[in-house]
C-alpha cells in the first residue's frame, strides 16, 4: 500500500507559479512511478507528467511542456509539480498517482495508488 497526500494548491494569478507536493507513506516511494493528473470541473481526469521511480525519466503532457516541471526526493518520499507561467486553462483539482509496474504513463487505470487531490485555481 501507497498512501499520498498531495499540498501547494491554492489561488494564483495568471503568469503565476505553484508548487505542488505530495507526501508518500507505505510501500518503499523509490520503487514506485509516480504521475500527475489534473481534472477541471466538467472534464475528464488527464495526464499531466510522470517521472520514473530513479527520477531519470520524465514525460509531460504537450499543454504543460516547458512550463512544468516533476521531480522527486526519494529521501524525503516526496514528489512534486513545479507549475510556472499559469494559464487560467490550468485550473483544476491536482491528483498525484503511483504507478507500480511500466508501460504507458498516460493510461489513467494503470495507476494503483491516488491521492486525494488539491485544488489549483489561476485567475486574476
Known amino acids: 500500500q501507497v498512501q499520498l497526500v498531495e499540498s501547494g494548491g491554492g489561488l494564483v494569478q495568471p503568469g503565476g507559479s505553484l508548487r505542488l507536493s505530495c507526501a508518500a507513506s507505505g510501500r518503499t516511494f523509490s520503487s514506485v512511478h509516480m504521475g500527475w493528473f489534473r481534472q477541471a470541473p466538467g472534464k475528464d481526469r488527464e495526464f499531466v507528467a510522470v517521472?520514473?521511480?530513479?527520477?531519470?525519466?520524465?514525460g509531460y503532457a504537450n499543454s504543460v511542456k516547458g512550463r512544468f516541471t516533476i521531480s522527486r526526493d526519494n529521501a524525503k518520499n516526496t514528489a512534486y509539480l513545479q507549475m510556472n507561467s499559469l494559464k487560467p486553462e490550468d485550473t483544476a483539482v491536482y491528483y498525484c498517482a503511483a504507478k507500480l509496474g511500466s508501460g504507458n504513463y498516460a493510461y489513467i487505470p494503470g495507476y494503483n495508488y491516488w491521492g486525494q487531490g488539491t485544488q489549483v485555481t489561476v485567475s486574476s
Open positions: 517521472i520514473s521511480w530513479s527520477g531519470s525519466g520524465t
